[in-house]
């Protein structure tokens, strides 16, 4: 496991040896993409945002905010729903980036908004409850993963833009 990776997990607060070096300077923080890759609680999510187009989308230096879906989120939608929307490349692109909005929104910022606009296009709702945040029907499990081209904040379900 190289060192880029150990730091993925980490920041996903997995399990990591307690003897693992900490990275370099040169080795500074992972990607979204490489995050992703490095957890596996989100193949299901990195398999489709490659079949989609968007991994390298996702390396690329930028600042974005993902709300990413767990494979347990993805194992909560239809199968019917995820193979179709396998078979339909611009929709699946569609999907995946209605979890992406433009710049690096730390929970702190977050729970300020009631909306955010997506690079899908429609907007997502905000609301707070308590220490509980939603976007639209997704809690927020795990926030401020940071990434060196934004932030992760990962969701329970899976969002699903409105049809037009």
Avoid: C, W
Wanted: charged share 15%.
């Amino acid at each position: 496991m190289t060192r880029i990776a150990i730091t993925a997990l980490a920041a996903l607060t997995l399990a990591v040896p307690a003897a693992t070096a900490a990275p370099t300077h040169a080795e500074a923080t992972p990607s979204i993409a490489t995050i992703a890759a490095a957890s596996p609680q989100f193949s299901t999510l990195l398999s489709l945002v490659k079949k989609a187009g968007l991994a390298g989308t996702l390396s690329q230096p930028g600042a974005y905010t993902v709300f990413a879906p767990t494979n347990a989120a993805f194992a909560k939608v239809p199968k019917a729903t995820l193979n179709a929307l396998a078979k339909n490349p611009a929709q699946l692109k569609r999907v995946l980036l209605y979890h992406v909005v433009t710049g690096k929104i730390p929970a702190a910022k977050v729970v300020t908004l009631t909306s955010a606009k997506t690079l899908a296009g429609p907007t997502v709702k905000i609301r707070v409850a308590g220490k509980t945040v939603r976007v639209n029907s997704a809690k927020v499990t795990k926030a401020d993963v940071k990434a060196s081209n934004g932030i992760v904040h990962v969701i329970d379900r899976v969002l699903l833009p409105p049809t037009a």
